[in-house]
């Protein structure tokens, strides 16, 4: 069938769009959010963010002066709102809230997958932990992002090149499809046309150069014509000319009715009957479907009754069915929108429902996220040799020349070397302060190792070169710290302040260190898939190893806090450091045991499925 009539005054349609194919071979298009409405709404969230962080300042001002302990662990909790209240801020409200913060829903834009299904929690993680990278960014903050989205084709920030995600226009309208059309009592639909369109198209050009032929050879051609066409139309006159002129009216008559075009009311360009008749007849159907759609988009076809699953999949098969033709018969632009916004919200509720089934939190914590570290052994090798490399050499620099410490170490750490003999002689512990303050203490340093951990991570989107140069700066720092405080015969003080938290502490740092390398590799040697492919897949894999090192940073930073920094015996200090290395052995064979069973489970459910396929 010939393409419909359009007005050739309707605008160019200037917006980018994204098309993604369905498994029913639909295609739903998503118009990108250009640099502008996302630096919009970035500000707006920025501005409510610093609104918030203001606020906690505030209180938490007012809380340093009670010296209540309750008031003390409240300051310790607004410290650690503080510090996450930026990442916690995007990453909640896009994995909670249909990938809209405030802004993002204030300018009419959402985040989604680069398959228009819904952003996932582990991909609104990533690509607000690569915010980190792509927005401040030291001495060029926001820049790199808004090149990349000014940039790429798909305005893609790397935080959405990690986390497989793009940001799209979500127009209030595309969920209502507005009043139904008044349509005229015009004739339509006289049967269908008796000739095929080059026939037509034959006559109407010999019609209307009929005239300017010499009579002979006008004479001829009808007659030719009237001998083509009356196997299949009967002949309207006995002369010729009549007969055809007759046909060409009818035939007029017939295609006007079946693809005839009206202006659309408060419209620029034309609209087909057909149209206007499809829209009519379907639009109830659309609308059932459009109220289903919306209830199960975000929790999936599993919310529904199980007898109302299978109705619930025919009807998303027909409005698809839907779409493709409504795109065929020239549907308007609006009604298109809305049909794909339910398209994909029932696509995403029932494709949902068919992948793996969200983990509870107990084993996702226990078996999900330790195995994700012992998947990556090699990674996390790599940054453990990267951090362990640069302490030795750091230690053995100062142990070699002790002049030099003044110069390559804080002047406060070397004041605490060169008093550590007096201190410990006086029974003071390295960095030991009042009970009342250890709450504010261990809030403190477990924001300051997450966020070191998070910059190690975040690090792989640029090949990795930031997370080289925290693991080599940390480990050397180490190295230097404990190489002085051995010069000044108190190598035993520094670790008996180290012994209770260093274990897990390390152990994260080199962990978030294999998760940035773990990016970095998919950006580096892709290997069989696409670049971008493989970076979505490794940016899952690295997300669950830093949800690991946020458990064991904030074990961590609890013990360094409360214990670490107070007056307790060593050897309870030292009691916490073994039982921390069983811990994470433990936490480590829960892991691999958990690879281990996925990894029996696969040939099973293989076999199962070729016996299954056998007996049919």
Same mark, same amino acid.
């Given at each position: 069938?010939?393409?419909?009539?359009?007005?050739?005054?309707?605008?160019?349609?200037?917006?980018?769009?994204?098309?993604?194919?369905?498994?029913?071979?639909?295609?739903?298009?998503?118009?990108?959010?250009?640099?502008?409405?996302?630096?919009?709404?970035?500000?707006?969230?920025?501005?409510?963010?610093?609104?918030?962080?203001?606020? !906690?300042?505030?209180?938490?001002?007012?809380?340093?002066?009670?010296?209540?302990?309750?008031?003390?662990?409240?300051?310790?909790?607004?410290?650690?709102?503080?510090?996450?209240?930026?990442?916690?801020?995007?990453?909640?409200?896009?994995?909670?809230?249909?990938?809209?913060?405030?802004? /993002?829903?204030?300018?009419?834009?959402?985040?989604?997958?680069?398959? $228009?299904?819904?952003?996932?929690?582990?991909?609104?993680?990533?690509?607000?932990?690569?915010?980190?990278?792509?927005?401040?960014?030291?001495?060029?903050?926001?820049?790199?992002?808004?090149?990349?989205?000014?940039?790429?084709?798909?305005?893609?920030?790397?935080?959405?090149?990690?986390?497989?995600?793009?940001?799209?226009?979500?127009?209030?309208?595309?969920?209502?499809?507005?009043?139904?059309?008044?349509?005229?009592?015009?004739?339509?639909?006289?049967?269908? *046309?008796?000739?095929?369109?080059?026939?037509?198209?034959?006559?109407?050009?010999?019609?209307?150069?009929?005239?300017?032929?010499?009579?002979?050879?006008?004479?001829?051609?009808?007659?030719?014509?009237?001998?083509?066409?009356?196997?299949?139309?009967?002949?309207?006159?006995?002369?010729?000319?009549?007969?055809?002129?007759?046909?060409?009216?009818?035939?007029?008559? /017939?295609?006007?009715?079946?693809?005839?075009?009206?202006?659309?009311?408060?419209?620029? $360009?034309?609209?087909?009957?057909?149209?206007?008749?499809?829209?009519?007849?379907?639009?109830?159907?659309?609308?059932?479907?459009?109220?289903?759609?919306?209830?199960?988009?975000?929790?999936?076809?599993?919310?529904?009754?199980?007898?109302? !699953?299978?109705?619930?999949?025919?009807?998303?098969?027909?409005?698809?069915?839907?779409?493709?033709?409504?795109?065929?018969?020239?549907?308007?632009? *609006?009604?298109?929108?809305?049909?794909?916004? !339910?398209?994909?919200?029932?696509?995403?509720?029932?494709?949902?429902?068919?992948?793996?089934?969200?983990?509870?939190?107990?084993?996702?914590?226990?078996?999900?996220?330790?195995?994700?570290?012992?998947?990556?052994?090699?990674?996390?090798?790599?940054?453990?040799?990267?951090?362990?490399?640069?302490?030795? !050499?750091?230690?053995?620099?100062?142990?070699?020349?002790?002049?030099?410490?003044?110069?390559?170490?804080?002047?406060?750490?070397?004041?605490?070397?060169?008093?550590?003999?007096?201190?410990?002689?006086?029974?003071?512990?390295?960095?030991?302060?009042?009970?009342?303050?250890?709450?504010?203490?261990?809030?403190?340093?477990?924001?300051?190792?997450?966020?070191?951990?998070?910059?190690?991570?975040?690090?792989?989107?640029?090949?990795?070169?930031?997370?080289?140069?925290?693991?080599? /700066?940390?480990?050397?720092?180490?190295?230097?710290?404990?190489?002085?405080?051995?010069?000044?015969?108190?190598?035993?003080?520094?670790?008996?302040?180290?012994?209770?938290?260093?274990?897990?502490?390390?152990?994260?740092?080199?962990?978030?260190?294999?998760?940035?390398?773990?990016?970095?590799?998919?950006?580096?040697?892709?290997?069989?898939?696409?670049?971008?492919?493989?970076?979505?897949?490794?940016?899952?894999?690295?997300?669950?190893?830093?949800?690991?090192?946020?458990?064991?940073?904030?074990?961590?930073?609890?013990?360094?806090?409360?214990?670490?920094?107070?007056?307790?015996?060593?050897?309870?200090?030292?009691?916490?450091?073994?039982?921390?290395?069983?811990?994470?052995?433990?936490?480590?064979?829960?892991?691999?045991?958990?690879?281990?069973?996925?990894?029996?489970?696969?040939?099973?459910?293989?076999?199962?499925?070729?016996?299954?396929?056998?007996?049919?």
């Amino acid at each position: 069938m010939s393409a419909p009539a359009r007005d050739r005054t309707a605008p160019t349609d200037l917006r980018e769009h994204l098309g993604v194919e369905t498994p029913e071979h639909v295609e739903l298009h998503f118009e990108l959010a250009g640099v502008g409405s996302r630096a919009a709404a970035a500000l707006l969230d920025t501005a409510l963010v610093m609104g918030g962080m203001v606020l !906690i300042a505030l209180v938490s001002g007012a809380l340093v002066e009670s010296a209540a302990a309750l008031g003390r662990w409240a300051l310790a909790v607004l410290i650690l709102a503080y510090v996450f209240s930026f990442f916690g801020y995007f990453a909640l409200f896009e994995a909670l809230n249909g990938g809209r913060t405030p802004g /993002k829903k204030a300018l009419g834009i959402r985040v989604v997958m680069e398959t $228009g299904h819904a952003v996932t929690p582990t991909a609104a993680v990533v690509r607000n932990l690569v915010r980190l990278m792509d927005c401040f960014f030291p001495l060029l903050p926001v820049l790199p992002g808004f090149l990349m989205v000014l940039l790429h084709r798909r305005h893609q920030r790397p935080g959405d090149l990690a986390a497989g995600t793009i940001v799209v226009r979500d127009r209030p309208t595309d969920w209502t499809l507005g009043p139904a059309t008044a349509t005229t009592d015009e004739p339509l639909e006289a049967g269908p *046309p008796d000739l095929s369109d080059a026939e037509f198209q034959l006559l109407d050009q010999f019609l209307a150069r009929e005239g300017e032929l010499d009579p002979a050879v006008q004479a001829r051609m009808a007659s030719d014509l009237v001998r083509r066409f009356q196997e299949r139309v009967p002949r309207r006159a006995r002369d010729t000319s009549a007969s055809l002129t007759a046909l060409h009216s009818e035939e007029q008559r /017939k295609r006007r009715g079946r693809f005839a075009t009206r202006a659309q009311a408060g419209a620029i $360009g034309r609209t087909t009957v057909t149209a206007e008749r499809f829209v009519a007849h379907k639009r109830e159907g659309w609308e059932a479907f459009r109220v289903a759609a919306k209830r199960v988009e975000r929790a999936g076809v599993g919310m529904l009754p199980p007898g109302e !699953i299978p109705a619930f999949a025919t009807r998303y098969r027909e409005v698809a069915a839907d779409l493709a033709r409504a795109r065929t018969y020239g549907v308007d632009a *609006p009604v298109i929108e809305y049909l794909e916004r !339910i398209v994909s919200a029932g696509h995403n509720a029932l494709y949902r429902a068919r992948g793996r089934r969200r983990a509870p939190i107990g084993r996702y914590v226990l078996q999900d996220l330790p195995a994700a570290v012992v998947q990556s052994w090699r990674y996390v090798g790599a940054a453990f040799v990267l951090f362990a490399v640069p302490a030795i !050499i750091g230690y053995g620099v100062i142990r070699a020349r002790p002049d030099r410490a003044a110069e390559l170490l804080p002047p406060v750490l070397v004041s605490r070397a060169e008093q550590a003999a007096e201190r410990q002689a006086r029974g003071v512990g390295y960095a030991e302060s009042p009970k009342e303050d250890l709450p504010v203490i261990a809030s403190a340093i477990i924001s300051n190792n997450v966020m070191i951990a998070f910059w190690a991570f975040a690090g792989g989107i640029l090949l990795g070169l930031p997370t080289v140069w925290v693991l080599v /700066k940390n480990g050397l720092a180490l190295g230097l710290g404990f190489g002085v405080f051995v010069n000044h015969h108190a190598g035993g003080y520094l670790a008996t302040f180290i012994a209770g938290h260093g274990v897990l502490e390390l152990t994260a740092i080199f962990i978030a260190g294999g998760a940035g390398f773990r990016v970095a590799g998919a950006v580096l040697v892709p290997g069989d898939r696409t670049r971008r492919d493989t970076l979505v897949l490794e940016g899952r894999v690295a997300a669950r190893m830093i949800g690991a090192v946020v458990c064991l940073l904030t074990v961590a930073g609890a013990i360094e806090g409360l214990l670490s920094a107070s007056d307790a015996p060593p050897a309870y200090k030292f009691a916490v450091s073994a039982a921390s290395v069983l811990l994470l052995v433990c936490y480590f064979a829960s892991g691999w045991a958990y690879l281990r069973s996925r990894a029996n489970a696969a040939p099973a459910a293989g076999a199962t499925g070729a016996t299954g396929t056998t007996s049919h």
